[in-house]
T-cell receptor, first 111, second 111 residues
Framework: GENVEQHPSTLSVQEGDSAVIKCTYS??????FPWYKQELGKGPQLIID?????GEKKDQRIAVTLNKTAKHFSLHITETQPEDSAVYFC??????????FGQGTILTVHP | KAGVTQTPRYLIKTRGQQVTLSCSPI?????VSWYQQTPGQGLQFLFE???????NKGNFPGRFSGRQFSNSRSEMNVSTLELGDSALYLC??????????FGPGTRLLVL
């Protein structure tokens, strides 16, 4: 089955800096890659997603890039703010519709 | 639109008991997926229902079961609870099983 590796497990940045989280996946047939943000006591919230026929997608301060050949995708957050502090999860969906998640990255943005 | 709702939000059970968790998807969404989230194993896929049929299943023992009703509401049941079943159980709904929207989860503690 699909295996998703996520790095780093923790990331600490200063407010205003950029943050990058990277994921690799194993199943070349996976075709959909969402990113979720989870705050304490809440369920994961979808922040951006990308499909396998697109190389890059941007939404204000958040962008995701996908390299199908290397089977990796990354989340980029620019101009980080303290409210960006949370746990971030990447995921990959296989052709059967099953989502496999990475282990998560704890992002801390220091004011 | 109202988001995904899960009841109850918190639950305490003892070993050997059984538990039923409920999930109401976003109006119009026909797919409901369930996940178990623990600090050690992260987010793990349990099963997915679409139009009352189980479409995907994760690698969990038969003690974990679910069903979906004609109004798309879903229930998950865990029988013969074990200490290791303590977790946050998340439900996610999707219009066509791609983009998934999570509920706040049910936190289950097994004593």
């Amino acid at each position: 089955g699909e295996n998703v590796e996520q790095h780093p497990s923790t990331l600490s940045v200063q407010e205003g800096d950029s943050a990058v989280i990277k994921c690799t996946y194993s199943d070349s047939a996976s075709n959909y890659f969402p990113w979720y943000k989870q705050e304490l006591g809440k369920g994961p919230q979808l922040i951006i997603d990308i499909r396998s026929n697109v190389g890059e997608k941007k939404d204000q301060r958040i962008a995701v890039t996908l390299n199908k050949t290397a089977k990796h995708f990354s989340l980029h957050i620019t101009e980080t703010q303290p409210e960006d502090s949370a746990v971030y999860f990447c995921a990959a969906r296989d052709p059967y519709g099953k989502l496999t998640f990475g282990q998560g990255t704890i992002l801390t943005v220091h004011p | 639109k109202a988001g995904v709702t899960q009841t109850p939000r918190y639950l305490i059970k003892t070993r050997g008991q059984q538990v039923t968790l409920s999930c109401s998807p976003i109006s119009g969404h026909r797919s409901v997926s369930w996940y178990q989230q623990t600090p050690g194993q992260g987010l793990q896929f349990l099963f997915e229902y679409f139009s009352e049929t189980q479409r995907n299943k994760g690698n969990f023992p038969g003690r974990f079961s679910g069903r979906q009703f004609s109004n798309s509401r879903s229930e998950m049941n865990v029988s013969t609870l074990e200490l290791g079943d303590s977790a946050l159980y998340l439900c996610a709904s999707s219009p066509l099983a791609e983009t998934q929207y999570f509920g706040p989860g049910t936190r289950l503690l097994v004593l």
